[in-house]
């Protein structure tokens, strides 16, 4: 039997964090989240589900934990329902509030220094340049939280997070959508590696940064590749981090978790972290990139009649919705269907049928293909 040990626990007046770890600590370190959205909880039962599995299987490294990583948002209750998307704060996204430390743009700002680590690691093996780099990015957010003249409450969980992932090979960070089917954000290095989540749907992103966390835990790793490119030195872009979208939020499904945590058991197995092969069978992913993930937004206010659900396939010219307008009430310009622009697969839709002019109602695949 695994023990399971309490890694680290940190509590303010605005903070409370409880992280766990599992493994031998030799080998390749991975690090889960979930809950930076206050209302995406399905994570948080899937983190139980691992443990409680991981308790039982032999983990070849380390295995750390956090399933309340933002327990400021999971409290953000108005009536039954969780606003946990933005802090009441400072107004901020939780998931866009990340720092892109090694962008050679924030070196004045605390940042890395990437040109000189470098230079004095050009002749270095690889593992000593990872053991190094990750030190010195541990470093780095411990003195930012350190700041003199304080830290704001986005940015003081921003570098909590990021340190808790910064020795990390591997990192997950757990998500749902509104209305959501299983999904994945698959850096588009990791497109090999992705298929052993076997999720329904992948989105292909670019090596850019957009301030969320997945971003802020690779783009380090994709700045000291290019910049020893640049001094003349290959080094091998190994770190892989996901989004990985576990259905909608403001619900959980135990039944559901099990079968989530079978995808990421299935995944650690493919990276040799535990010795592990999924006995389920699971339909052949799908994928699009980044660029062919399509939002549509309402013409005007009004009530959507949902004609699709996450997960179906829908074809070029097919009614998405039909939106009631409030002001057309009892006339015959009251319905305005929303058509498909494309064939696709619908990935999300908006979780309350009550829409503003301009809210995203469907986010659509378009032009899927295999993974």
């Known amino acids: 039997m695994q023990k399971v040990e309490v890694f680290q626990e940190t509590s303010s007046d605005s903070l409370s964090l409880r992280v766990y770890e599992i493994g031998k600590k030799i080998g390749p370190t991975v690090y889960i989240q979930s809950s930076l959205h206050g209302a995406e909880l399905q994570g948080t039962a899937v983190i139980h589900e691992l443990i409680l599995r991981l308790k039982s299987i032999e983990v070849s490294g380390t295995i750390r934990l956090a399933p309340a990583a933002n327990p400021r948002s999971i409290n953000q209750l108005s009536g039954p329902f969780t606003q946990g998307r933005f802090s009441p704060v400072t ?18 700002n605390g940042g890395l220094d990437l040109k000189s680590f470098v230079s004095n690691h050009l002749n270095s093996d690889f593992l000593c340049i990872q053991k190094a780099y990750k030190n010195l990015i ?29 020795d990390a090979d591997y990192v997950l960070d757990l998500h749902t959508g509104s209305k959501a089917v299983r999904y994945l954000y698959v850096p588009i290095h990791c497109r090999e590696s992705a298929k052993a989540f076997f999720m329904p749907c992948n989105l292909l992103v670019p090596l850019e940064f957009g301030n969320a966390f997945d971003e802020a835990s690779f783009m380090p790793w994709v700045h000291l590749t290019n910049t020893f490119k640049e001094a003349g030195r290959n080094i091998p872009l190994q770190f892989e981090s996901y989004t990985v979208e576990l259905g909608s939020e403001e619900t959980i499904s135990l039944h559901d978790a099990k079968v989530d945590a079978e995808r990421i058991l299935n995944w650690l197995g493919s990276k040799g972290i535990i010795k592990y092969e999924t006995p389920y069978s699971f339909p052949t992913p799908m994928a699009c990139h980044l660029k062919d993930y399509k939002s549509y937004f309402a013409p005007s206010g009004g009530l959507m009649d949902f004609c699709v659900e996450p997960g179906d396939t829908i074809n070029k010219g097919q009614i998405l919705g039909n939106l009631l307008k409030l002001d057309k009430i009892g006339t015959d310009s009251a319905i ?13 839709r908006a979780s309350s049928s009550n829409c503003h002019s301009g809210s995203e109602v469907f986010l659509v695949m378009e032009n899927p293909e295999p993974l």
């Open 138 to 166: 541990k470093e780095i957010l411990k003195n930012k939280l350190c700041s003199e003249y304080g830290v704001s409450e986005s940015k003081a969980l921003a570098y909590t997070l990021q340190g808790l992932a910064a």
């Open 91 to 108: 107004g901020d996204n939780w998931n866009r509030i990340f720092w892109d430390l090694a962008n050679p743009a924030q070196k004045n």
């Open 336 to 348: 305005v269907p929303i058509q498909s622009n494309a064939y696709g697969i619908l990935v999300s």
